[in-house]
Structures are given as structure tokens and as C-alpha cells.
């Protein structure tokens, strides 16, 4: 099943706001959950994770999104030590209103079943430049 990503924070900041960074913390499946896509081969988390990343990135080039960094995580240095991601990955979004309409496209609804079947969590957090 698609989900419409829930977003009302981002008309409460301001449609025009903007640049904003995101901040994402990724965790792998093992192997990739494909339960509503029996048709998708067999893959890991992360090779669904990268199809996922395949089919949005040239959306987001049409929004002039900017990719600062994505990696894989050494460590926690501050924390208790229990979490456990694998990459982080930080973007820079024009407006809120870019990705308001980015997170609306049906290309964008129709590509998220690969980030719920490649991921056992993750996590998105906003901050204005």
C-alpha cells in the first residue's frame, strides 16, 4: 500500500520558507519486505533503498534540490549507544513549498513502496537554513 506522506508541518513554517535542510537517518531491512510487489526480485534493503533513490532523484533535480551528504554512520558518539542506522543523508530544499508539491507528485507516491519494503526505519528532520 502507497501512503501520502503526512506534512502539514510544513504549511505551519511557511509554504515560502526556505532553503530548508533535511536531515534523514536510514536502517536497512536485511533483505527487502516486497509483500504488496511480488513482481520486484528478490534484493536487499539496500538495492530496494537504491531503486527507491533511482526513480525520486531526477524528481528532485526538477526542484533544484541540492544533496550535501549521504553516508554510512561510524558511530554514535553523543547518545546511549542503542541506535542503530545505517547511512545519514542531508538535503537542501529550495522552499517548504517545493517539497510540499514534491511529496504530492503521484511519480513520488508511486516510487515509495520501495523505501518501505528496502527500510526497517527511518527518520526526517527539518531545519531552515
Known sequence: MIHKPYIPGLELIG???GPLILFHLIKYRTEAEYIDHPEEQPST???AYIRYLD???PLMQ???VKGIFRGPIE???IGPGTDSWDIMSITEWP???DL???LERPEYLSSTY???AALVDYRAYISRK
Open 15 to 17: 509554504l515560502s520558507t
Open 45 to 47: 534493503g539496500q538495492e
Open 55 to 57: 526513480l525520486i532523484t
Open 62 to 64: 526538477e526542484y533544484g
Open 75 to 77: 558511530m554514535t558518539l
Open 95 to 97: 522552499t517548504a513549498g
Open 100 to 102: 510540499k508539491e514534491f
Open 114 to 116: 520501495h523505501r518501505e
